[in-house]
Structure formats: structure tokens, C-alpha cells
């Protein structure tokens, strides 16, 4: 008979607490060294935007981090849906500006929102006051009052960010993805959506809030399926009642705030949830998706049964 709580998996690559940050597997920490400062003179793309247009840079080895930011930005295009373009559609600059630098975002009055939102979310030092920068505040204070509960934060100081693409939305705003760089070496993705030419930040997608942690899903399993924010990714880890591999697909799923906590979800095959897993979880890259799951059937088993992709993002639309 197996234990009630199975052996754990072999350690993962841990990332840091309760943002929507570079796995640190993938980039490497920025760090505010004298020494590798670029020199200002040189055009550099990856300079830091700063709301006047200037640009600054918080630290060096820019050339691992520009292909870091681009494996990172692949792996959580899901978040964002990004339209295609038809292959066979003829257009020139003028025509179409490119999808990775649409005006707007250079524009300086939407540069100085961008700022403003960041900054002023990130100097916040109560939940109030960062409702002022986010959108839809009536819908997030209580879970943006229980999530800073189980994670507080401390104010920091914006020190630039550099835009990474925009997508039309999911159902009527505007995205727009962006690196931020912080005091401390902090780095960040952020998510900003335009409500009405205002810029707000995505609170959920940017911390992927759940209404509760996968460690206390699985200590104390919840009395029905709850939708949660999770990275998933293809296991082969099968136990408990989900042993028949021939009757389930396997899949890792971890939660942003606490990534050595792995939970194990199972699509039952030809299920609508294993058809959508299928198509959206498809190599080894954890995969940002909000999934329904049905709780443990005992408290400690780290295993659940994934009823169906509720959102293939983060996003709290």
C-alpha cells in the first residue's frame, strides 16, 4: 500500500516569491555593478525606458539576457494570445508598424502612464494604495487583501522597463508585456492592460493569484474543484487513483508564489480537458494556464483530477 503522500519529485529550479518572474534557470539576475555598466554613448536596445525618454541600464551580460527575455517571452505567450499574422498578407512599415513596437508604447504620454502605473503600484505600501494602479479594483481588493496576507511585499523603486510585445486582448482591452527592472537587482515581468486609454496593471496574471496555495490544497483539500493558477508541463508521475497511465495523461503543475511545491493533475484521456492540454502543453516549458481542479481525494495526496482548462493565460479577464 502506498503512503498517503508520495515521495517528492526530484528538486526543481525554485523561482522568486509571488511575481511573474524570469525563472531563474532561464535568466540570470540583473546586478547593479559599477563595473558593468554600459557606456551611455552606446546605442544599446536593451536600455532601460525611463518616462522622459532617456534610457538607462541596471546592470550587464545584456547578451544572455536578450535571449533569455525572448525564451521567457515564448514561454508564456499563452498569456497573451498573440494573433497571427497572415502569411500570405503584403504590407509595409508604413502600412503596419511592427507587432514588436507598436507606436503607442513610445508615445510619451502612454510611456509616462506605463511609468506612472509601475512605479506607483511598486512604491505602494498597502493594498489600497496599489488598488489605485491596477485594473478592475473592485473585483481584486478582497483577493489582493488575502493574497498580500499569505505574501507581503515590501515598497520598492522602479528603476526602468523595456517593452516586449502587445496582443489584442482576449475579449476587448489592450496588452501589453513588459520587463521592469527594480532596486535590488529586481526584475520582473509586468502585464498592463490599456482600459480606455488608461494603463492599469493585471494584478492576477502578474502575481497568478488562486484563492488558496497547492500546499494548502493539498493538506486541506477545498469541498469541490476550484479554478487555480498553475505552470503546467508533461510528467510521467502516476499514483493513487490516477496509477493508469493508459487512462490518464500526467501533468506537473506549480504555482508561481511557491515553485519547490509540485502538484500532480490528471486529464482523463479523450476528456475536452486532455484535448485542450494537448494542444497547449507541448513540450517540457511550463505552460501558464488557469485549470479547474477537483481536490485531493485525501488530505496529503499531492495528486488531483483536471476537470478542464478554464483560461489558456493568466489574465483576469
Not at 100 to 122: E, H, N, V
Not at 226 to 254: G, I, W
Not at 280 to 295: C, E, R, T
Request: aromatic share 8%; hydrophobic share 35%.
Amino acid at each position: 500500500m502506498p503512503d498517503d503522500r508520495p515521495s517528492p519529485p526530484p528538486e526543481k529550479p525554485t523561482g522568486p516569491t509571488g511575481q511573474l518572474k524570469f525563472r531563474d534557470d532561464i535568466v540570470p539576475k540583473l546586478e547593479k555593478k559599477e563595473d558593468q555598466l554600459i557606456d551611455a554613448d552606446v546605442e544599446d536596445p536593451l536600455k532601460w525606458d525611463t518616462p522622459d525618454g532617456t534610457k538607462t541600464v541596471p546592470g550587464g551580460r545584456w547578451a544572455a539576457v536578450t535571449g533569455a527575455i525572448a525564451i521567457c517571452s515564448l514561454i508564456i505567450v499563452v498569456v497573451f494570445a498573440l494573433t497571427r499574422r497572415d502569411p500570405g498578407a503584403e504590407t509595409s512599415e508604413e502600412e503596419a508598424p511592427s507587432e514588436q513596437t507598436p507606436p503607442a508604447m513610445f508615445r510619451p504620454d502612454k510611456r509616462q502612464q506605463a511609468w506612472d502605473t509601475i512605479s506607483g503600484f511598486l512604491a505602494a505600501e498597502t493594498v489600497e494604495e496599489k488598488l489605485a494602479h491596477v485594473a478592475w479594483p473592485e473585483k481584486v481588493a478582497d483577493r489582493m487583501r488575502d493574497y498580500y496576507e499569505r505574501y507581503p511585499d515590501e515598497p520598492t523603486e522602479l528603476i526602468g522597463f523595456q517593452f516586449l510585445s502587445s496582443s489584442p486582448s482576449f475579449e476587448t482591452e489592450k496588452n501589453y508585456l513588459l520587463a521592469i527592472s527594480a532596486e535590488e537587482g529586481d526584475s520582473r515581468l509586468w502585464v498592463l492592460l490599456d482600459e480606455g486609454g488608461a494603463l492599469r496593471t493585471d494584478w492576477e496574471c502578474l502575481v497568478a493569484y488562486s484563492p488558496m496555495s497547492i500546499a494548502a490544497f493539498i493538506d486541506s483539500p477545498p469541498t469541490e474543484a476550484m479554478d487555480m493558477r498553475v505552470t503546467a508541463q508533461p510528467s510521467d508521475y502516476y499514483n493513487y487513483e490516477f496509477v493508469d497511465n493508459t487512462k490518464y495523461r500526467a501533468f506537473e503543475l506549480h504555482e508561481l508564489a511557491d515553485q519547490e511545491q509540485t502538484l500532480h493533475g490528471y486529464a482523463e484521456i479523450g476528456s475536452e480537458a486532455h484535448r485542450e492540454l494537448e494542444k497547449l502543453v507541448v513540450n517540457a516549458n511550463p505552460i501558464p494556464l488557469q485549470l479547474k481542479l477537483s481536490p485531493p481525494s485525501k488530505p496529503g495526496r499531492a495528486v488531483c483530477k483536471i476537470e478542464r482548462v478554464v483560461k489558456p493565460h493568466w489574465s483576469g479577464e
